[in-house]
């Protein structure tokens, strides 16, 4: 074959491979402001890649996080009126084609927590912030919460649980009953599994206090624990053997104990200016 006649291919075929090659994926969204008489408002757009492990094929999936939040503020009120949604995206056919889920709340913000996807109502006329902790896989709500929440795991099994503590004193729609100074709920990464209400004259106590763990290793308490005790049970029975304390800024100490997967409201050791009684978890 003649020289420029094999240049002349090689080129033909070098262009064709370099048009059939998967152009590089993007995704793109604006932000804006506007304003006028009496009201301000500011839609920020943005995104979040994400890799979420799956426990069964031992692989990873990767995610794409659309996230659009709108607030507006009105002249002479505090706070922002504000509505947040935020879209997961999958590979289908395409890259990042497949709509994963869609969550849409109220919170001034959205971010990636562990397994979760959190989004956080700022706080407004002394109200303390109020979070929802969404699960990453599925965009099902699990919990609320004000106080850091804390992890638990049975070492060597599939099981996970979360504690988690709102006050009365959340941001709008918190989801403490009438009545309480605040509610701690136990919780899987799938659904809550129980909740209990903890109830007292003493308004001061409304607000949240700090949440630890503590069982026979970890006394000093901690925000995440192993059940070493309970190692490779896979079974839900195996939650329990800790408790978890909740310190109030008066120095005032709750104690709960978790046995079966639920808490032992009988051996609760309280303050004599709280009660507490289960609640549905739903």
């Not at 922002?80 to 935020?86: K, M, T």
Request: one cysteine or more; aromatic letters at 8%.
């Amino acid at each position: 074959m003649d020289r420029p006649i094999f240049l002349l291919l090689l080129t033909v075929l070098l262009a064709a491979a370099s048009s059939s090659a998967a152009a590089p994926f993007t995704m793109k969204s604006e932000s804006n402001a506007s304003e006028s008489p009496g009201r301000q408002t500011i839609v920020n757009t943005s995104f979040a890649f994400v890799s979420l492990y799956n426990a069964e094929q031992k692989n990873f999936t990767n995610m794409l996080i659309s996230q659009r939040i709108e607030s507006t503020n009105h002249s002479g009120v505090e706070g922002a009126d504000s509505h947040l949604e935020a879209i997961a995206w999958i590979t289908g056919k395409t890259t990042y084609d497949t709509k994963l889920w869609v969550i849409k709340d109220s919170g001034e913000r959205g971010e990636e927590l562990g397994d979760f996807y959190r989004t956080t109502k700022y706080g407004c006329c002394g109200a303390e912030q109020l979070h929802r902790a969404y699960n990453l896989k599925t965009g099902q709500y699990i919990f609320s919460f004000t106080a850091e929440p804390a992890f638990i795991d049975v070492p060597n099994t599939s099981i996970k649980r979360n504690i988690s503590y709102v006050s009365a004193n959340a941001a709008s729609d918190g989801p403490v009953p009438s009545g309480g100074i605040g509610a701690l709920t136990l919780s899987s990464n799938d659904s809550r599994i129980d909740s209990i209400l903890l109830e007292s004259d003493d308004g001061e106590l409304a607000w949240s206090p700090k949440l630890l763990l503590v069982d026979k290793k970890e006394v000093q308490g901690a925000s995440r624990l192993s059940l070493w005790h309970s190692n490779r049970e896979n079974k839900a029975e195996a939650v329990g053997g800790f408790s978890v304390k909740l310190f109030f800024d008066d120095g005032m100490v709750a104690i709960i104990p978790v046995n079966g997967d639920k808490f032992d409201i009988q051996k609760a050791s309280l303050p004599k200016t709280i009660t507490i009684k289960r609640i549905s978890a739903e």
